[in-house]
């Protein structure tokens, strides 16, 4: 059984920075992809990011250039480092991965950016 557990949302203003960590259970971040996905009120549950196994990342349209994705294997760490955020921004944060033909999903972490 996986585990994934975030942590390091808050509030923000705009134009801050947050650091979101997704803790994994078990050894699985460098052999499985793990993505960061988010849910705004109303609002269907969206693709923020994601890394492959063998480091490769892929970014939202809306978040590139602003957003990072990065693992610590050692740590079984998940990051995302989020700069320049925008009220739109504002959101659930979930990590997910796959493993073994399963889906994992944490509980979440909020974000909100508002002045």
């Known amino acids: 059984q996986v585990q994934l557990v975030e942590s390091g949302g808050g509030l923000v203003q705009p134009g801050g920075s947050l650091r979101l960590a997704c803790a994994a259970s078990?050894?699985?971040?460098?052999?499985?992809?793990m993505g960061w996905y988010r849910q705004a009120p109303g609002k269907l549950r969206e693709l923020v990011a994601i890394i492959s196994s063998g480091g490769k990342s892929n970014y939202a349209e809306s978040v590139k250039d602003r957003f990072t994705i990065s693992r610590d294997n050692a740590k079984n760490t998940l990051y995302l480092q989020m700069n320049s955020l925008k009220p739109e921004d504002t959101a659930v944060y979930y990590c997910n991965t796959m493993v073994d033909g399963m889906i994992y999903w944490g509980q979440g972490t909020q974000v909100t950016v508002s002045s």
């Open positions: 078990l050894s699985i971040l460098s052999d499985n992809p």
